[in-house]
Structure formats: structure tokens, C-alpha cells
């Protein structure tokens, strides 16, 4: 299926972008459009749900990485979660993960504060287990 974003919601006054299907360069463009701030949010994070994500390639990476460094300037973070096991490969290989902030479940994604950015300390937080190389 071709990839596609499905909604683009608050929640718990940041940004949730749902995508869906295989996430390639054909849509990076409207990819990084929608990881960026609601009008409506009241927080600058954002957070992308990947959990109905069968695919993504490197321009995904591009735009997730683009997408985080516009987000930090606003003084937030791009949160990501719901990573398959390909998707989840591709961003262990690419350093995804030193670029945005992986999160182990949807709630944990769309909490008000980011755990690596507030509470509980990085040692209390669950970390999303990526797949071996």
C-alpha cells in the first residue's frame, strides 16, 4: 500500500501524525509538511505513530531528520513510535535514534513531557528495543 499520512491530531497538547503503508520518497515531502506543529497544539513536540509502517527508505530518514531539526528549533522534539522490525532496522543503521526521539508505545510518545527530556530519568524509562544487525 502506498504510504500515506492518515491523521494529523493533538494530543495531550502536542502533534500526532499517524502514517500508514510504504513510506518512500514519494511522499517525503508531504512527510515533512505534516511533522511539524498543529495550530492547536499547545506544545512545540511532535509525535509520529509508525505502527501501520510496513516500509520506509532513506528519504523517510530525510525527512524525519529534517522534520526533528525544525521541531528542536521551536524547542520540542520529534518523537517516534510503533517502528516495525524493517523500519526499526533502517533507523539503527541510519543513527534515527540520535536524531529523534524513539518511544517504546503510542503513550509514551504522546505523554506531556518527553522521558529523555523530563521525567522519569533516562534510567526509569523503557527504551525501544531496535533489531539486531
Do not use: I, K
Not at 533507523?91 to 505523554?111: K, N
Amino acid at each position: 500500500m502506498r504510504g500515506r499520512v492518515v491523521t494529523r491530531t493533538t494530543v495531550n497538547g502536542l502533534t500526532l501524525v499517524a502514517l500508514a503503508g510504504e513510506l518512500d520518497l514519494s511522499v517525503a515531502a508531504a512527510l515533512r509538511a505534516a511533522l511539524c506543529r498543529a495550530p492547536d497544539a499547545t506544545l512545540p513536540d511532535v509525535a509520529a505513530d509508525l505502527v501501520l509502517v510496513d516500509f520506509m527508505d532513506c528519504a523517510v530518514v530525510g525527512a524525519f531528520t529534517t522534520a526533528a531539526r525544525s521541531v528542536r528549533a521551536e524547542g520540542g522534539c520529534l518523537r517516534v513510535s510503533g517502528l516495525g522490525p524493517g523500519p526499526a532496522r533502517l533507523a539503527r543503521l541510519c543513527g534515527l535514534d540520535q536524531v529523534v526521539c524513539l518511544q517504546g508505545s503510542l503513550a509514551e510518545a504522546t505523554a506531556p513531557v518527553c522521558w529523555r527530556h523530563g521525567a522519569p530519568s533516562p534510567a526509569e524509562a523503557p527504551t525501544m528495543p531496535l533489531m539486531p544487525l
